[in-house]
């Protein structure tokens, strides 16, 4: 029997994390719903950008996700902002506070999708830019994008 492969929808993404932190480590954690949140998800209403991660009592938690409230849902629409349980392994977890006391590094969520029907987020472990990095990123992107530019024109010409 062929072995089913696992398709993700992508919901929305932390643009702004690899800008302001070097990623080391990525882990892949499920996040706890409740059911008008998954709808408004499937609609693509949500926003990680000033959301982080942290645990708590042995436990991850996810702060700042903004998930909009579902249009046909009722009154019983949870709080757009509240705190939301992330599911890991324990020693995942663990491993996770180790890193996370650590001078310098943050949990941050990278992204969100669908994956087999539930929703995951991808947490990174972040150690903060200096402003000179960034600036190194930008001028590092800037010059591929003008070879990228050299080389098409190159290519049209000929």
């Known amino acids: 029997m062929a ?3 696992t398709a993700e929808k992508p919901i929305c ?3 702004r994390a690899r800008i302001n932190y070097f990623i080391d480590e990525t882990y892949e954690a499920g996040i706890v719903l409740t059911g008008t949140e ?21 436990e ?9 409230p579902y249009s046909h849902g009722n009154r019983a629409n949870p709080d757009p902002l509240r705190v ?29 999708y669908f994956k087999n029907g539930k929703v995951k987020v991808e947490i990174g472990i972040g150690r903060g830019k200096k402003l000179y990095d960034k600036r190194e990123d ?7 994008r003008d070879i990228e530019r050299g080389l098409r024109a190159k290519n049209r010409d000929a």
């Open 84 to 112: 939301r349980k992330l599911l890991m392994h324990k020693r995942e977890i663990q491993r996770l506070y180790g890193k996370s006391q650590e001078r310098g590094l943050a949990l941050i969520p990278l992204r969100m």
């Open 38 to 58: 998954v709808k408004s998800l499937r609609d693509g209403r949500a926003n990680l950008k000033d959301s982080h991660a942290a645990i708590r009592d042995g």
């Open 3 to 5: 072995k089913k492969e």
């Open 13 to 15: 993404s932390n643009k």
């Open 138 to 144: 930008i001028k590092l992107k800037e010059d591929r």
């Open 60 to 68: 991850l938690y996810l702060y700042d996700l903004h998930v909009s």
